[in-house]
């Protein structure tokens, strides 16, 4: 007999376990979803619906955002509709194996209404690579348009000679005004002196010495003085002729010096192709390198391998694995199908891709996980990435290849020195990375034509018959071809180019700027000895023209001093030869 | 208020008093040690606390049972995980190993853990030995109890009154 007091509380509690379990399945896989996603992402993940069917193993899953842990108020991605098929058979054993899944609607970068920051301190930052591939070739066109940029004068500014010889014209004057000054006071103090002697002449009292010896005494004392300072002026002029002298001779030292600084400046380093294809196309394709060494640094940080893997920590006891056993991942998904819309080039392109072998647990899989992807818009790229984490170093293969990429026009180089305008054409772009480890290798491959090069220049004010020459040579480029060849580590890649466009426009390019250098050269030597030589000229004449009035004014002077000696020497009736008259003889003063 | 704090407290008396034969106490220990012992987190545990829940014993005296076999299993589980690594590795036992481990639900239940096999084998033995003892146990001490518990007030008033019902129909 059945006890119904025993088996109706019973019944009654399993009926609500069922009734709970069918209610709560679709929110407790939500939540578990959810929380596994933040937990991997440091990012808010939304889930608006979730749909399980147990008996179908199947999890379906509506407007699915995951945030970007970088930028809160965007989206990682997000998908309009997620199915996930699962193998029942290893759910069973305690396994989480996709078989096969679709995700529709895949949005890359969109943005977000509000915060999608969760509050963890974990750097989810992915510092990009240092490649700045571009810099050798920059750096050898920027000295060749430095010293193009500049105009001549400018240029012969800036030299010790030019400026010596400017500045030798413009103080020696200030000189010479100076001695004139003193040159005049004397002239003065002499006409002081006369007036003196002839209020003495004039003097009825004058007969009797005794009463004149004061006055006289005192124009004594100051023709001794005027006597010395004449001496002294003398002796400056002597100074200031030698300092001219060497003042000279330091202006042609310094102009030999800045024509051979001059020389050796413009001796322009011949362009190799390399340098020239490297400063042309290197910041186009060093931005691609940088870009995909990110994507892969990203993969790497969040694809597991066997080395970063730590031991599961267990509080009790050791799970053992039976030999004999298979060994599977405990998370896997075998196939996934997606399709939505990605950014590239600046527009909005659809894509169809599959990816196969994402797992938790690379090294039990034994797989590779492979990405496909294929761009249908005006062009077509196709994408294969294989990222082998199997083994203890990640090995990660990336294929790109765009056959017909259209580009618009654009300008290779730099608008601000040497730049040349590219037509609007079709490119084969073809990438292939391979990094096993840090270890980088791989090649890049672009090619665009027919395709039309004109050169701008018009920055660096190079003759127009150089421009026109080098025009010449551009046009008869019709096809551009690049490979990159690709080395270093993921950290420092290194790169070496091979282009035609080097052979093709190195020759050219560096031709012109030999010869604008040569030109540029000679011309501002040129400019530079004819500045010099007739600041120097002008120099010299104005000296000779400043010493002879001063010399001049010196001996009037000095003529005075003798006659005003003769008349204070009668007053005081002193005999001849009494008061010094010998004065120092007119110096030679000759460059 | 005061009932709100002794409310432990009277779920304790009723164990030794109302809810159920020395039998029943004396399973739902028994089946309380071997939860208990074997660590959770799997379907051997989950599995067990079911038979618990489904079954006519005393869940009081499960409860009591699986709080305090917790620690006692911490206890053993150095020796348990040796027995275990043992029984697990042994050459001649892998094939059985892997065919049980490969069937269907056997992962989830944990067994190819050390602690978790022997714990659970360990607490199949003591099961009987644990059962027998506390039946003796609970029939010698339930009457003395009950006793202590009607001469004191404290004890009126921890049994209440379904422990009066109980003192009513022994």
Redesign the interface.
Known sequence: MIRWS?VIP?LL?LGALVLALWAGLNPLVRWTIVSMGQSATTAKVEIDRAETSLLGAKIHLTDVRVANPQDPMENLFEADQVTLALDS?SL????LIVREGRVSGLRFGTDRDASGTLDWSIDWDVELPHADLGELGRQRLDQLADILKQQLVEQAEQLESVRLAKDLYERWPVEYERMEARADSLRGRVESLRALSDTVRDNPLADNPLRTLGACQQAALELQQMRQEIVDLRSEIERLRRQALNDKDAVVLAKDRDLEKIRETFQGESLDAETLSEYLLGEELSETVRSLAGWVRWGRKYLPTDVERPEPVR???????????RRRPDFLIESLVLDGEAQLGGRRVEFLGTAAGITTQPELYGRPVVLKARINAQTEVALEAVLDHTGAGAHDRITISCPDWKQPERVLGRPDQLAVFVSPGSTHLWVSLDLEGEQLSGRILVQQGPVELIPDLAALRVEPRLAQSLQTAMSEVRQIRVVVDLSGTLEKPEWRFQSNLGPQLAGAVSGMFERELDARRRELAAYVRSQVEEQLARFEGRILAEQQELLAKLDLNNTQIRELNQLIAQRLRLPKGVLAEGLPQGLPFRF | MLLRFIQPLRGLARLFTAAGTPRQLALGLAMGMLIGLVPKGNLTAVLLAVILLASRVNLGAGMIGAALFSWVGMLVDPLSHRIGQAFLTHESLQPTWAYLYDLPLAPWTALNNTVVLVSLLLGLWLFYPVYRLSELAFAHGQPRVVDWLKKYRIGQLLGGAEMAAGWRDP
């Open positions: 025993y019973r509690l058979d069973l054993r305690r396994k509080g009790r006891g050791v799970d053992v694995l039976f030999r004999g056993v």
